[in-house]
């Protein structure tokens, strides 16, 4: 059993930046490929990035490609996202999942566990 606690949601104004941090519970957060996902008000869960358990493979929508980063810390149990130049259309709900799949960590289904979600919201 995984536990996931997002933090670093907040209000930003266009081409800002904000760091997203998932803590995960449990003593096997190593064994687990992470994903951060978002979800808009009135759209479907869509994929943004997601890292291999090593941290060794990243994977990243194109419409954050270049803007966004993944990492994680797996001392420290935790995966981050680094969002740069901030547009009006990030504004949603983030969330960070974790998944034992090493393949289709595009896909929401592939994961086991999901947060919360923390609220990123970027105004013009």
């Known amino acids: 059993q995984v536990q996931l606690v997002e933090s670093g949601g907040g209000l930003v104004q266009a081409g800002g930046s904000l760091r997203l941090s998932c803590a995960a519970s449990?003593?096997?957060?190593?064994?687990?490929?992470m994903g951060w996902f978002r979800q808009a008000p009135g759209k479907e869960r869509e994929f943004v990035a997601a890292?291999?358990?090593?941290?060794?493979?990243?994977y990243y929508a194109d419409s954050v490609k270049g803007r966004f980063t993944i990492s994680r810390d797996n001392a420290k149990n935790t995966v981050y996202l680094q969002m740069n130049s901030l547009k009006p259309e990030d504004t949603a709900v983030y969330y960070c999942?974790?998944?034992?799949?090493?393949?289709?960590?595009?896909?929401?289904?592939?994961?086991?566990?999901w947060g919360q979600g923390t609220q990123v919201t970027v105004s013009s």
């Open positions: 999942s974790a998944t034992v799949e090493t393949g289709g960590l595009g896909l929401p289904v592939e994961y086991d566990y």
């Open positions: 449990g003593r096997t957060f190593s064994s687990y490929a």
């Open positions: 890292i291999s358990w090593s941290g060794g493979s990243t």
